[in-house]
């Protein structure tokens, strides 16, 4: 990042590693998954292709990252185990939680059309996630064995619940009937009332599904005469069954041995209060500007894989815009957001009790929808572009106690995306020129703002300051209220939805401001 003299604002950014010999598992689940479910008519209380999606997704996961070695979920929900020394992105666990998410998020968005070919995924679906810190492989176990039974207490439920509302009971009928039942009661009435023998439902349901990473022979290429050549590969395995934290199960899996060790002893009674210890969770300090900002993953490969214009492609940046859009429609506490290249910052209210100030369910179900957005959108701005493989976002919350503090930190975002931005138009005209990548890198070292002007005009006949405003600037996505001014300069019409404009200002200076007083009161 671009030095300035705002560089101070990276002061307030909090590390957050977790420290070893803790165990390290990221849990997701479904924000507002049954309105979700409702809008998709998906069957209730099970439907069998979106668990077969939820599972695919977390197949996914495993494959794209080796250090989570065993996966277990239910429902809209799924838990990620790493492997005891881990040290994937030194152990952040904002960036990990939230990389994780992101990729889930696309991948379900990706993969929605494969599992419900004939169902428009009408909005993106955004997950919760944290980072649960197992300070041993018995707290592990007994996590596992807690999630688990949470599956079948609540598929037991749901299973009954349904049947009542299917059989004409209201939703508050049934809910009734089912007050203070027990486990035994609620089996009785599923057979005596709809001929249900419970343990005979599909074991996906009642005991969720399991995935790990195993060793198995892979056909690579075949030999001049036809010989397959087979290589030893890491390949997802799916298993569903009633003790996944027992002993029988666990040791019996030489992947997990290795990676984690071994369960000693069974669990004989869960105790939630004791697992849920382990489950703190980081308040943010209130009356302060809290800011997630979310950066692409690896988006110099993503850029390349799908050709994008370089210094700048304007279709990738509209993209970009319109899933902040789309973030300020779902989000109402956001009041502020600027974005440049492959990041975007979203400011929230000093006052929001957005999942009551807890870091990681705020920046887990912000990156999630961004990323979802991103991925549903894609054939808006690139209708002829195939989307090669998912995008991943990593995000952070970070908060400034003072106005002037978070306007510094804007200041520095928009310097940032002003230097780098002029760095790589010089850098890119030089490639297009015919100079090597390192030629060109050669060419520009210790130049300053000035001689790199020189060189555009003198070279390429280019005047930096007439390129479009967006490139140089970046893009603020906000809304517009009545006492704020009229509509600013750099915005079109096209730009206008629910309020909510793209803007293109220069957000350093007062004036951006006092055009717009509410934005930050």
């Known amino acids: 990042m671009a030095n300035s003299k705002y560089e101070y604002v990276k002061s307030f950014e909090v590390e957050d590693e977790v420290m070893l010999p803790n165990l390290i598992v990221v849990r997701i689940e479904g924000c507002n998954f049954d309105g979700f479910a409702d809008i998709h008519d998906l069957e209730k209380a099970n439907d069998e292709k979106a668990l077969a999606l939820m599972n695919s997704c977390a197949a996914a996961v495993l494959e794209e990252y080796p250090d989570i070695v065993f996966s277990y979920g239910f429902n809209d929900e799924y838990s990620f185990v790493f492997k005891r020394k881990t040290k994937f992105y030194q152990r952040r666990a904002s960036k990990i939680m939230s990389l994780i998410v992101s990729f889930f998020s696309s991948v379900y968005a990706t993969k929605w059309k494969e599992f419900f070919p004939h169902k428009e995924m009408k909005c993106p679906l955004s997950f919760l996630a944290r980072v649960v810190c197992c300070a041993s492989l018995e707290v592990l176990q007994a996590y596992l064995a807690w999630r688990q039974n949470e599956c079948h207490i609540r598929n037991l439920h749901n299973t009954c619940l349904w049947m009542l509302i299917k059989s004409g009971k209201s939703a508050k009928e049934a809910v009734e009937v089912l007050e203070g039942t027990q486990k035994q009661e609620k089996n009785e009435l599923l057979f005596q009332q709809f001929g249900i023998n419970y343990r005979m439902l599909p074991e996906m349901f009642r005991q969720g599904s399991c995935i790990f990473m195993t060793q198995a022979e892979d056909v690579v290429k075949h030999n001049e005469h036809g ?41 004989k009674k869960i105790k939630a209060e004791y697992i849920k210890s382990f489950l703190f969770e980081n308040k943010l300090m209130p009356s302060t500007w809290i800011v997630i900002r979310i950066d692409g993953c690896h988006f110099h490969r993503f850029s390349e894989v799908h050709e994008f214009e370089k210094p700048n492609d304007q279709q990738a940046l509209n993209l970009m815009n319109s899933c902040a859009v789309a973030v300020l429609e779902e989000f109402k506490d956001i009041v502020f957001s600027y974005g440049v290249s492959d990041e975007y910052s979203f400011v929230l209210s000093k006052d929001s009790k957005l999942h009551q100030r807890q870091a990681s369910q705020i920046v887990s179900v912000i990156v999630s929808f961004f990323s979802s957005a991103y991925v549903m959108k894609w054939k808006d701005f690139f209708p002829f572009k195939e989307l090669k493989y998912t995008p991943s976002f990593d995000g952070r919350a970070v908060c400034y106690p003072s106005t002037e503090i978070l306007r510094d930190y804007l200041a ?7 230097i780098n931005n002029q760095y790589n138009t010089c850098f890119w005209m030089l490639v297009k020129s015919g100079k090597s990548k390192s030629e060109a890198q050669s060419h520009l070292k210790g130049t300053q703002t000035r001689e790199k002007n020189e060189l555009l005009i003198r070279q390429f006949n280019i005047d930096y300051n007439t ?20 509509m600013p300069e750099n915005v079109t019409p096209t730009e206008v939805k629910q309020n909510i404009i793209v803007d293109h200002s220069n957000i350093i200076e007062d004036s951006f401001w006092k055009e717009h007083p509410s934005i930050l009161c």
């Open 227 to 267: 010989i397959p050549i087979k290589r030893m590969r890491r390949k997802p395995r799916m298993i569903h069954n009633e003790q996944i934290a027992g002993r029988n199960f666990w040791n019996g899996q030489q992947y997990l041995l290795t990676e984690l060790g071994p369960f000693e002893n069974d669990i």
């Open 412 to 418: 520095w975002r928009q310097v940032d995306c002003h």
């Open 467 to 486: 390129l479009p405003v967006m490139f140089r600037q970046g893009s603020s996505v906000f809304r517009m209220k009545e006492e704020d001014s009229m």
